[in-house]
């Protein structure tokens, strides 16, 4: 449902669209049509990457990441085909998105927990109480999912290491559905992020920059929200064109 949503917003907004649904979103058919996007784009464009799917956090397994309660993790994706350990981590996309060319604005909308590093979680158990419409979704990385992931990626074999950056050195806009450290919420199958969103996008890009997007999503959910739309891009990225 959110990537029919996107996609129909997107599409009135004159964007060509292409969608992997279900079975068609294995690993490698991710991975190709996000590459296939980036090498396309020449500069002048916009392209944009939305992804409506479960996601997770898995061990580091080559020493990049830092920190963290239970370890240091990798955040990712889940494709269809997860249970062969084909999960889409972090670093997978950051190595595509070196490919961005100057003068491409390349911007995604991740409806995830933990959005701050592109995590996205299933459809929980029903709550005990209140709405019993809305849901958390959430994947926590079993031990066979974390052994199938280690196999996976041992069978891929040695993989370049990407270069060190700082943020100001992104070359996409990252729009999340909530902080790092906050879980994602839906109401009748579709992500609150996603709702509030496309409402917005809707109504016009006229005069938006990145950062009022951003904040108008924020103060669509009110007061007192259960999650804080993020946005993460370069500094002097918050003041560009919304999809310009």
Known sequence: ADARAWGSVLEARGFSIS??????ATRSAILEALQQLIAASAPGDVAVFQFAGHGTELD???GDEIGGTNGPKDEALCPYDISQGAFVI?????EVFTGIREGVNV???IGCCHSGTITRFMVG?????????RRVRFLPAS?????????????LGQRRTLPKGTPDQM????????LDRELAYESRGQGEFTVR??????QGTAGLTNETFHSQVLAAFGSQPQQHPDLDCAAAMRRAPFLQ
């Open 107 to 109: 911007t995604c909308f």
């Open 90 to 94: 972090d670093d997978d996309i950051a």
């Open 19 to 24: 969608y992997l649904i279900n079975e068609q």
């Open 171 to 178: 070359r996409q806009v990252l729009f999340a559905a909530c």
């Open 143 to 155: 031990p066979e999912m974390q052994a199938a992931h280690r196999d996976f990626r041992k069978r």
């Open 197 to 202: 969103a496309t409402h917005i996008l809707r």
């Open 125 to 133: 158990a029903l709550p005990t109480g209140g709405d019993h419409d």
């Open 60 to 62: 580091d397994l080559d």
